[in-house]
């Protein structure tokens, strides 16, 4: 290990040699979502997270780890607003109990987004539903642990 740092450190130039142009916020960055969009991506993952959160408190025999396993199918409810992804993927777990009404506010927020993948996005619409589904994946897919539980 130390002699593959020593090959590399001489490739990696000083931090003081090379010159960078501060972030111009204006022009570098395209905010494809406003506040509004954002808070709708935050509630849905939200509802999302209660859903999941009444899932194990009514079939306590499931393991986070299976419950996990619902990220994929329910990524494909996110992205399609068809909830047959996410309920076949609970039936293949062994959810006997589904809480209906996280359910249905989960998956009416799901619906309501009208989220479809487009890339390249040709308009402002479609940027934003990409924009939305990446964060969707990154916070779906991003940790073992989700869904994060309420304390208090």
Not at 53 to 82: C, M, Q, W
Not at 85 to 100: C, D, F, Q, T, Y
Request: glycine share 4%.
């Amino acid at each position: 290990m130390a002699r593959v740092a020593g090959a590399l450190e001489n490739l990696i130039p000083p931090p003081d040699s090379v010159d960078t142009e501060p972030l111009r916020m204006d022009l570098d960055l395209d905010d494809v979502q406003n506040e509004e969009e954002m808070d709708v991506c935050l509630s849905m993952l939200w509802r999302y997270s209660e859903l999941m959160a009444d899932l194990r408190a009514r079939n306590p025999s499931l393991t986070a780890t299976r419950i996990h396993e619902l990220t994929p199918k329910a990524f494909l409810t996110f992205v399609t607003g068809d909830r047959r992804h996410l309920e076949k993927a609970m039936r293949e777990i062994g959810v006997s109990n589904v809480p209906a009404v996280a359910y249905g506010r989960a998956v009416g927020l799901i619906r309501d987004a009208r989220l479809s993948y487009q890339a390249p996005a040709t308009t402002r619409e479609a940027a934003c539903a990409a924009a939305r589904i990446h964060h969707l994946a990154g916070c779906t897919f991003a940790s073992p642990y989700y869904p994060f539980r309420r304390t208090g």
